[in-house]
């Protein structure tokens, strides 16, 4: 179907779904979507002007998508369950379904693509591109794993003055998503293991990345994270590896950003005079991948600068939520044990000398059973532990997986397992100093209530 009249994207109020919806409102199609569940990004959706309903019955639908199968886009991904009603009802009645990343790929194939791929690191590193654009003069659209803040959602577009249409897409390794887009320059902030419960080993996954990788045809255009580089065959890049063909030399940092240069070992200029307006070593890694590529696809030093210097992170990518005399607290989506590294060690390096309180709620059953010891030994590292329940997304439970299983793997005395419903209260029971909420489910719904706690 070339130019459908109606799509309708089930599943809507996930973060590459809802980009895309927004994309095709903006694009006057007319757009439908369901999700199983209410939340704060549906009802943005809801008053931009996309209706959507949440009951997973054929009786809910538009008439308009039910009369009109031939004229009916289905936008879907593996995330829906195989016994959705709506899913099964659309593959019974004629109408054409593709997943979201196949229409992703579509819509972003006749532009010049900077992609963005890697375990984690990835919606980081592609909002730093989108605003790199958004500080220059040209066309462009970013369809991004998260809220930008300076972009104030996940999907924008400019208009710009270049002919050339740049695009800004964020990779998705689940479900190989990521082989439908044709990258003309990309980045892979990092290959660990993750998503096992579809690719069952880490070295399938890894082949899926090698895969990703050969869709850029100009080596010089593919940049990867040096560690890496034993697998994917691009620039290599790095926050602390000198030996890396580009590597940052750091200035100056604090709590709010890093002065820093990047230099390299082929021979090139340094990049100088460069400052990112987050803190964090991993952030810094992400900004250095972000400058080379979009360096590399034409984009002037000057607006680089602006970009970085102005950039002001993503929803729950080390997320101030406050910082006053009685706490500071930052929420973060970390939900894999590389990713509770990263944002423990930067806290612990920017308050060396307070107290740290993380609640982590796990995220899958699957992803819990496989880095089990990995989640232990990282979650130790704070000096207060609280452990919600698993939040399980997509997945059924599985039998001796649960929290308290790795509270027991968990050596240190100050670590708790609660529900969610009753963690502000434990909290103010608590003399906090620095507080973490870490977590890819629904832990996002205590942030407004613990900043209420500890704004009055």
Do not use: W
């Amino acid at each position: 179907m070339d130019k459908p009249k109606y799509i309708f994207f089930l599943g809507v109020g996930g973060i590459g779904m809802s980009a895309l919806a927004r994309y095709c409102h903006q694009q006057d199609y007319v757009v439908y979507g369901y999700d199983k569940t209410a939340t704060t990004l549906t009802a943005q959706l809801q008053k931009e002007g996309i209706p959507i309903s949440f009951e997973d019955e054929v009786d809910a639908l538009p008439n308009e998508i039910k009369d009109n199968p031939s004229e009916t886009l289905v936008v879907f991904t593996p995330a829906i369950p195989k016994d959705n009603e709506l899913l099964n009802y659309f593959k019974g009645s004629n109408f054409i379904l593709q997943k979201r990343a196949k229409v992703l790929g579509r819509i972003t194939n006749s532009t010049v693509n900077l992609s963005v791929a890697g375990t984690h690191g990835k919606t980081t590193t592609s909002s730093i591109v989108a605003t790199i654009l958004q500080h220059s003069n040209v066309q462009f659209s970013a369809f991004l794993g998260g809220i930008s803040t300076n972009l104030n959602s996940n999907y924008y577009y400019q208009e710009g003055k270049t002919v050339e249409h740049y695009s800004v897409t964020e990779a998705d390794e689940f479900d190989r998503s990521f082989l439908e887009l044709k990258p003309n320059y990309a980045i892979i902030t990092s290959t660990d293991a993750d998503h096992l419960d579809i690719y069952g080993k880490k070295d399938v996954l890894e082949q899926s990345y090698k895969e990703f990788s050969k869709l850029v045809t100009i080596k010089e255009n593919l940049f990867s994270a040096a560690s890496n580089s034993n697998l994917i065959q691009g620039i290599s890049y790095s926050a602390t590896n000198t030996k890396a063909d580009y590597y940052a030399d750091v200035e100056s940092k604090n709590g709010k950003g890093t002065r820093f240069s990047i230099q390299n070992n082929i021979g090139l200029e340094s990049i100088n005079d460069l400052y990112l307006n987050i803190p964090g070593l991993h952030n810094l890694e992400n900004a250095v991948g972000a400058t080379l590529m979009t360096l590399q696809a034409g984009l002037p030093i000057d607006s680089i600068r602006k970009g970085l210097a102005n950039f002001k992170g993503i929803k729950r990518r080390f997320e101030y939520v406050l910082d006053n005399k009685n706490v500071t607290y930052i929420d973060d989506y970390a939900h894999h044990p590389s990713e509770l590294n990263a944002i423990i060690s930067s806290v612990k390096e920017l308050y060396p000398n307070r107290k740290i309180t993380a609640i982590f709620q796990p995220h899958l059953y699957t992803r819990t059973r496989d880095f089990l010891e990995g989640f232990a030994e990282e979650l130790t590292k704070v000096n207060e532990l609280i452990l919600l329940p698993i939040y399980p997304a997509r997945e059924l439970p599985i039998e001796g997986v649960t929290s308290e299983v790795l509270l027991e793997k968990i050596k240190m005395q100050n670590a708790i397992c609660i529900d969610k419903n009753v963690v502000v209260k434990e909290l103010k029971e608590r003399d906090l100093d620095v507080l973490l909420t870490l977590g890819a489910g629904d832990i996002d719904q205590l942030v407004e209530m613990i900043k209420e706690a500890y704004v009055n």
